[in-house]
């Protein structure tokens, strides 16, 4: 996922492009909406978590995620980092969200937000699946909603 958003972001490209999202909406559906039924899913493994692509196609300014994580999946062993922010909410379940070494501890409704350029991961630490949704916003997306 490093090495994709690195060339995602070299391209200039937003990131339904790496979710085989389609380039053409349905007619009856508005640009500007993404239908439950239509979400670019990735599955990382099912050790790790599955990411839903929320936002349509085309918006490079925002993204949000629905992340479905196992008990113990998370976005693995190594941090990760590039120009940006971060922020969600945890939907379901217990997770811990390390920022810069910083480890919290995260329930059911607890927000958050960081720089993404901080070095950062997400674990589930219970022993139940836990649902977040992830939202991020690329570096020179102008300003924070």
């Not at 508005?30 to 990382?44: E, Q």
């Not at 998370?74 to 910083?102: F, I, M, N």
């Amino acid at each position: 996922m490093r090495t994709l958003t690195k060339v995602r972001q070299a391209l200039g490209l937003g990131i339904g492009a790496f979710f085989g999202a389609e380039e053409t909406e349905a007619e009856a559906t508005p640009a500007f909406v993404r239908r439950s039924s239509d979400r670019a899913i990735r599955n990382l493994g099912s050790s790790r978590m599955v990411k839903e692509l929320i936002t349509p196609n085309g918006n490079t300014k925002l993204s949000i995620f629905a992340l479905a994580i196992p008990p113990g999946g998370g976005t693995g062993e190594e941090t990760y980092r590039y120009p940006g922010v971060k922020a969600g909410v945890v939907l379901d379940g217990e997770v811990t969200l390390e920022v810069s070494g910083v480890v919290a501890r995260l329930q059911s409704g607890d927000g958050f937000c960081f720089d993404a350029n901080e070095e950062h991961r997400l674990r589930n630490i219970s022993g139940a699946p836990a649902r977040v949704l992830w939202v991020t916003a690329p570096a020179g997306t102008g300003d924070p909603i």
